[in-house]
Each structure stands twice: as structure tokens, then as C-alpha cells.
């Protein structure tokens, strides 16, 4: 608006024989002024952009530190046998409370529907798992019973299928947290805070 005013004060169109030089040097202040303000906005935006950028990053780091290395290694590698350690599960289980209590989504729209889908999936598995696993009081858990009698075969045979399905559950969560990391990667490539990689 003070470029206008200026134009129309320095009498458009311009007549160079009667230019007067107040009008120019306000001309040209109301010229910088206003490209001082373009800039400042557009450098705000940038700023902006680059704050939700790096909100997300820091949120991503946070859920590498729960679904850590091992807890990753396990969803990849393991299967689910008669007897396995009692803290296997502990990423995916602290993922839940962290989850229950996530009041910030993500700012990125196609990584917030990964994590849902991830943390919904985990709950599954963990709701199918304790239905059928308890802690023996030795560090392990199993789907035995506390006097390891037998079971008939038809019992057997349906524990059995039970933890086939736990198993093919957490291939798929391998896969699916996989996937939300390679997404995040990839979205969130220009923050200028960084992925944090894997310990080792």
C-alpha cells in the first residue's frame, strides 16, 4: 500500500521533467520496506515449516528409543516358542502406555496413519499374547501350565495354531515398523534435526 501511495504521489505515470527527489526516496524506502516484509514472511513460513518438521523427527526419535534395537531384532527374528524370555515384549508393551498418553499427533499426515496402524497391530498382538503366555516366576513366560501336565491333542493342536498366528502377527509388525521408519526417512528428509540411527 505505501508503494501505491508513493507511485500516485510521484504522480503516475512518472514525468521525469518534473520527478521531484522527495517522492523518489519514498518511493524507493516503500520499495525495500515492502520487500523487507516479503522476505520476512517467507523466512517465517520457512521456519515454521522447519519447526514442524523437526517436532515430528524428535517424536520419531522418541518411539526408536521404545521400539528399540533389540525390541526390532526380536519382532524379526524370533519365533514364539514354548518357553521365551519375559522381557521380549517390553517395547511393544511400553509402546502402548506411550501411545494411551499421546496427546500430539504427528504434523505429517501419512506418518501419524503409520503409527496408528503400527500401534493398533501391536496392541492385537499383545492382547492375543498374554491371552495365552504368563510369566513362570523364572524370568521366562510360557503358554504351559504351572504342573506341565499334558494336554490333549486337541488342546495342543489348538495352542498350537494359536501361536502360529502369534507368529505370523509379529512378522507383520516387523514389517510394519519397518515401513514407518523408512516413511519417516523419507518425509521428513529435509528437517534440520536428524533420524537418530540404531545404537550398536
Given amino acids: 500500500m505505501t508503494v501505491m501511495g508513493s507511485l500516485i504521489w510521484v504522480q503516475w505515470p512518472i514525468n521525469l521533467r518534473d520527478f521531484n527527489f522527495a517522492p523518489g526516496i519514498l518511493l524507493l524506502a516503500s520499495f525495500v520496506s515492502w520487500v523487507s516484509m516479503e522476505l520476512a514472511d517467507l523466512g517465517s513460513e520457512n521456519i515454521g515449516k522447519d519447526n514442524t518438521l523437526n517436532d515430528d ?5 522418541a518411539l ?26 517390553d ?14 499427533p504427528f504434523h505429517n499426515a501419512k506418518i501419524q496413519a503409520a503409527y496408528e496402524k503400527f500401534c493398533k497391530d501391536a496392541d492385537s498382538f499383545l492382547h492375543n499374547f498374554y491371552h495365552l503366555y504368563t510369566s513362570d516366576g523364572r524370568g521366562r513366560m510360557t503358554w504351559r501350565t504351572a504342573d506341565e501336565r499334558w494336554l490333549p491333542d486337541e488342546q495342543y493342536n489348538r495352542v498350537m495354531e494359536e501361536i502360529s498366528q502369534l507368529n505370523r502377527q509379529t512378522s507383520a509388525l516387523s514389517k510394519s515398523w519397518e515401513t514407518f521408519v523408512a516413511l519417516a526417512r523419507q518425509e521428513l528428509k529435509d528437517a534440520s534435526v536428524r533420524i537418530d540411527p540404531y545404537e550398536q
Fill in 91 to 104: 517395547g511393544l508393551r511400553d509402546l502402548q502406555y506411550y501411545y494411551s498418553d499421546d496427546i500430539f
Fill in 64 to 89: 526408536l528409543k521404545i521400539i528399540d534395537r533389540r525390541q526390532s531384532y526380536i519382532l524379526r527374528e524370533h519365533a514364539i516358542e514354548t518357553y521365551i524370555n519375559d522381557t521380549d515384549y
Fill in 57 to 61: 523427527v524428535k517424536k520419531v526419535n
